[in-house]
């Protein structure tokens, strides 16, 4: 099979890359750079020049590919909403060229955009939060779905390796500007993650099934308390531990408050049973524990 991925380069992408070829798939990396497009090619696939804010390089990478699998994001969580209304565009010109095929595009997600019932894991089934800044991803897959796309998503935890921990990265950071390691209250809200190789292998069963409608859950730990992350932290880091109020919250934890402050489990319960996927990564205090530091 013949893969477009968007985000070949990042973190994620990197191992979905590798994940695909050691598959025996072929692997198409959009990319914007000469230096990008070098590292694609020494992980043996191939580089296709384009980016996210250029609809014609993306439909013409998927137009040359089997199927796509969409991780490009723009992480810039100051804007944040912007950032999620810009990928409902991006994902309108990948599915323009699948429309009316069986080529599938794996569409990415977060599984905070899970309603869920309160205190219990969010679900694959789950309707999901339409206020919430990432329903434009969702929303632009169901109109894909519905104009004759095939199409599903993976709804990512905190996808961890000792090098970057999804939200806990710039968690960390914020820990380090604050001198300390704070979290809310009692500290039992939950934030669900999953190894990195393990999301990975998960895109790749994600697309080798190509289930249309699907909605998939890289979730290995159902959800780590913000206790348990700030005191690992603060051992990691050298720094003390403590409670603030939520009156306190948006102030100290500026944009990530808008996760901090929420109880967000999530089970991967039904997504093990339809893949056969098998989460064998360690747990993200571990990775934690093994945290690469750069001593700014």
């Known amino acids: 099979m013949r893969v477009f991925v968007t985000g070949a380069t990042g973190n994620i992408g990197t191992a979905v890359v590798a994940e695909l070829i050691g598959a025996g798939h072929q692997v198409l990396g959009l990319c914007r750079s000469t230096e990008k497009e070098?590292?694609?090619?020494?992980?043996?696939?191939?580089?296709?020049?384009?980016?996210?804010?250029?609809?014609a390089s993306l439909m013409a990478g998927a137009a040359d590919a089997d199927g796509v699998i969409h991780l490009a994001f723009n992480h810039d969580f100051s804007r944040f909403a912007a950032s999620c209304e810009e990928d409902r565009g991006v994902i309108a010109a990948l599915a323009s060229a699948?429309?009316?095929?069986?080529?599938?595009?794996?569409?990415?997600?977060?599984?905070?955009?899970?309603?869920?019932?309160?205190g219990?894991?969010?679900?694959?089934?789950?309707?999901?939060?339409?206020?919430?800044?990432?329903?434009?991803?969702?929303?632009?897959?169901?109109?894909?779905?519905?104009?004759?796309?095939?199409?599903?998503?993976?709804r990512l935890a905190q996808v961890h390796d000792p090098v970057s921990q999804g939200l806990v990265t710039p968690l960390t950071a914020l820990y380090r500007q604050r001198g300390r390691c704070d979290y809310i209250g009692d500290g039992t809200q939950r934030w669900p993650a999953v190894p990195l190789a393990d999301a990975a292998r998960l895109y790749r069963l994600a697309i080798e099934r190509a289930q249309p409608g699907?909605?998939?859950?890289?979730?290995?730990?159902?959800?780590i308390t913000l206790r348990e992350i700030a005191h690992v932290l603060g051992e990691r880091l050298?720094?003390?531990?403590?409670?603030?109020?939520?009156?306190?919250?948006?102030?100290?934890?500026?944009?990530?408050?808008?996760?901090?402050?929420?109880?967000?489990?999530?089970?991967s319960e039904q997504t093990r049973h339809q893949l056969g996927w098998v989460p064998t990564g360690p747990r993200l205090v571990d990775d934690l524990r093994r945290l690469v530091l750069d001593h700014g």
């Open 38 to 55: 070098a590292a694609l090619r020494a992980a043996g696939a191939q580089a296709h020049r384009g980016s996210i804010d250029d609809p």
């Open 214 to 223: 699907a909605n998939y859950h890289a979730v290995a730990e159902e959800g």
């Open 120 to 154: 219990q894991p969010a679900r694959e089934t789950d309707a999901i939060v339409s206020t919430h800044p990432r329903a434009a991803s969702e929303q632009a897959a169901a109109a894909a779905a519905a104009n004759g796309t095939n199409v599903s998503v993976v």
């Open 238 to 267: 050298g720094l003390p531990v403590g409670s603030i109020t939520a009156a306190q919250a948006q102030e100290h934890f500026g944009w990530l408050a808008r996760f901090a402050c929420h109880d967000l489990p999530a089970s």
């Open 98 to 118: 699948l429309q009316g095929s069986d080529r599938p595009l794996i569409v990415t997600s977060g599984t905070a955009i899970v309603a869920g019932v309160a």
